[in-house]
């Protein structure tokens, strides 16, 4: 069973930076697609960003291109979203993602709340 642990969020300003982290177990994610996704209230849930567990380069939605970047340490199954240049339209609870696939997402963390204030 998969299991995806978030951390990292916070209370930050407007032009702050955060680093949210997911703790990934359960199973070997060599060729599973890691993705990040967030909702704000009254919202849909957006997506973010993904990356290969394999390699390559990560993939981000508009919004957040040049300002968000995914990385991934291996060794502690662990993948990360470095959030620059935060936004208070950044403002959501955003939630990891693991799936067999690009766009097909199985697994799901229980969200980490990310306020940025003005």
């Known amino acids: 069973q998969v299991q995806l642990v978030e951390s990292g969020g916070g209370l930050v300003q407007a032009g702050g930076s955060l680093r949210l982290s997911c703790a990934a177990s359960?199973?070997?994610?060599?060729?599973?697609?890691m993705a990040w996704f967030r909702q704000a209230p009254g919202t849909e849930r957006e997506f973010v960003g993904s990356a290969r567990w394999s390699g390559g380069s990560p993939y981000y939605a508009d919004s957040v291109k040049g300002r968000f970047t995914i990385s991934r340490d291996n060794a502690r199954n662990t993948v990360y979203l470095q959030m620059n240049s935060l936004k208070p339209e950044d403002t959501a609870v955003y939630y990891c993602?693991?799936?067999?696939?690009?766009?097909?997402?199985?697994?799901w963390g229980q969200g980490t709340q990310v306020t940025v204030s003005s």
């Open positions: 993602a693991a799936g067999p696939r690009i766009g097909q997402y199985d697994s």
């Open positions: 359960g199973r070997t994610f060599g060729s599973y697609t």
